[in-house]
């Protein structure tokens, strides 16, 4: 990957050119649309920060264009499409100033990861303007063609063994979603009595089992809100990106805020808090969890979360961690979800999600059970995620090496 520090960029081919971004082409938001606009069914891609949302039944933009994620947790990615459709107002679309071949472009774009530059605030996010200042080598133009055909042909190669990787690593992620929602839905023994659980998408449960409303039993607090120019340094911070990327938070967060003494004490982390992601542009991101397993102290978590802390008693963290996380409960937050603009969840809709409460020793089984038998599947997963990394640091290389000039492509 290219570094912040932009020494990649010394020394480059005589006959090649250093510029900015600003120099080299526009980089403008798209088009906002409400997400009851959006459905699988419709003609028109909508981009938005992460890639691909769906379809729509009208266009913004014809042609071929390059188009980079905005905001939200994959922001800084790098789409290329060359068809009809709608960019959102969370994807920022490149238009060159200057002549330029833009397969080239793109593979320059990719390799630079321009999601290191995301703000530090609640929600990652890039700003125009500091992406404005990057610079990056710009050859003839016969020659970036030449670069782009290159690049297609060796990274086409490398793309596909990632792919079938890929296709193994979600096969992986089925059977451990299996494994984690039958245990924490239905217990481990299957000869156990059952009883209704008084909630239409529970069905029977365990009869030792209590089902209820996520409202009674824990309380919800939505994060704090605070300006962008107090992130990057003060205290630990809850990011978004913390508790949708994880089953529990990190014990170190990387995130500083400079909260309050106030702030401290109302936005707290402890043990067994569980964080929900509460806003973003796709349903995708809605309600993803994370549970607190140490108290982190000082420290304060980002608004565009909502925390619920447990009633004492109720709830063992490692088997809110597995249950808050299981298919059902997902299927569950989709269906009720009212989207708009953008994706929220309400601390009403949250209250209302069904919460089965195994006695404590079941819990403490079920946790157990499901850390055991994930032990082997996160294994071979872990063997395939670093295969993928060898073959992306690879990719990487021979990007970086083909537009800089290292490499000399005829």
Known sequence: MLGLNESWLAPVPKTWQVRKFYQTFRLKSGVAITSDRISPDD??????????????????????????????????????????????????????????????????????????????????????????????????????????????????????????????LALLAEKRSALITRAVTKGLDPTARTKPSGIDSLGDIPAQWEARRLRFVGRAQNGINIGGEFFGKGYPFVSYSDVFKNFELPQEVTGLVESSDADRNRYTVRSGDIFFTRTSETIEEIGMSSVC?????????????????????????????????????????????NLVTRASLSQTLLGNIPVLIPPREDQEKIAAFINENLAALNDVASNIENAIERLTEYRAAIITKAVTGELEVT
């Not at 802390?309 to 249950?323: A, D, G, T, V």
């Open 43 to 168: 003609a028109f891609p909508v981009y938005g920060g992460n890639g691909l949302r769906g379809y729509t039944d009208d266009y913004t933009h014809d042609g071929t264009y390059l188009l980079i994620g905005r905001q939200g947790a994959l922001c800084g990615n790098v789409h290329m499409v060359s068809e009809k459709i709608w960019a959102s107002e969370h994807a920022l679309v490149v238009y060159p100033t200057i002549k330029l071949d833009q397969r080239w472009l793109f593979y320059v774009l990719q390799t630079m990861d321009l999601g290191q530059y995301s703000m530090a605030t609640a929600q990652p996010g890039l700003s125009v303007d500091n992406l404005s200042t990057l610079r990056l080598p710009v050859p003839p133009t016969e020659l970036q063609t030449k670069i782009a055909q290159y690049l297609d042909l060796r990274c086409g190669e490398i793309d596909d063994l990632i792919a079938k990787k890929r296709s193994l």
């Open 293 to 337: 397993l140490k108290a982190i102290p000082n420290a304060t978590f980002a608004g565009f979360l909502i925390r619920v802390r447990p009633y004492p008693n109720i709830l063992l963290p490692e088997f809110s961690k597995f249950y808050f996380r299981n298919t059902s409960l997902r299927a569950f937050l989709v269906k009720e979800m």
